[in-house]
């Protein structure tokens, strides 16, 4: 079936530096999307990718859909104690129901 | 202004009891939907309703049963609750299913953990 691998699994990072994360998928996906879940809540859209070499700002994000179509990369920069969370990749299930597929997220901690 | 709203969002039940979330969302859109979270945060769907009609049932047990009395309210019932059913349970929105452009909007969830 679809996955989605995401990676790293989880970075911890100084106030002020920045991150990539990355999505893989064993498949081609014909939209990315970025979502950012806070402790206690849940997901939030960041960021939707919808062309192979897209590339997309959302503020300090930075999102762009691999030219193959089965990656995508999430990049952070001058990250802020706010940008704590899990950040998930996403992509559409097959059968056009708008189901999505999740990877497994990653963790971002931020210290002061 | 609450877009997709979930109750409760905690529940803390025994095991074998049976137990009900609801979720309402004021967006007008069509479809609905019911994720779960595990302990290891993985997000996969179970049900999808669009206009009140079921479209996905990802196999799961049918000890959970979802209702759309309308397509604003999407509540889910579970009979029986075992330990493995303890998870974060979104419920979430969008406005056409299928669509690219027509992302995901989800509730706060609730968190249930069975004793």
């Known amino acids: 079936g679809q996955q989605l691998n995401q990676s790293p699994q989880s970075m911890f990072i100084q106030e002020g530096e920045d991150v990539s994360m990355n999505c893989t998928s064993s498949s081609i996906f014909n939209t990315w999307l970025w979502y950012k879940q806070d402790p206690g809540e849940g997901p939030v859209l960041l960021i939707a990718l919808y062309k192979a070499g897209e590339l997309t700002s959302n503020g300090r994000l930075t999102a762009q859909f691999g030219i193959t179509r089965k990656d995508s990369f999430l990049n952070i920069s001058a990250s802020i104690p706010s940008d704590v969370g899990i950040y998930f990749c996403a992509g559409p299930g097959s059968g056009n129901t708008g189901k999505l597929i999740f990877g497994q997220g990653t963790t971002l901690q931020v210290k002061p | ?115």
């Open chain 2, 1 to 115: 202004d609450t877009a997709v709203s979930q109750t409760p969002k905690y529940l803390v039940t025994q095991m074998g009891n049976d137990k009900s979330i609801k979720c309402e969302q004021n967006l007008g859109h069509d479809t609905m939907y019911w994720y779960k979270q595990d302990s290891k945060k993985f997000l996969k769907i179970m049900f999808s309703y669009n206009n009140k009609e079921l479209i996905i049932n990802e196999t799961v047990p049918n000890r959970f049963s979802p209702k759309s009395p309308d397509k604003a309210h999407l509540n889910l019932h579970i009979n029986s609750l075992e330990l493995g059913d303890s998870a974060v349970y979104f419920c979430a929105s969008s406005q056409i299913p299928g669509v690219a452009n027509s992302p995901l909007h989800f509730g706060n969830g609730t968190r249930l953990t069975v004793t």
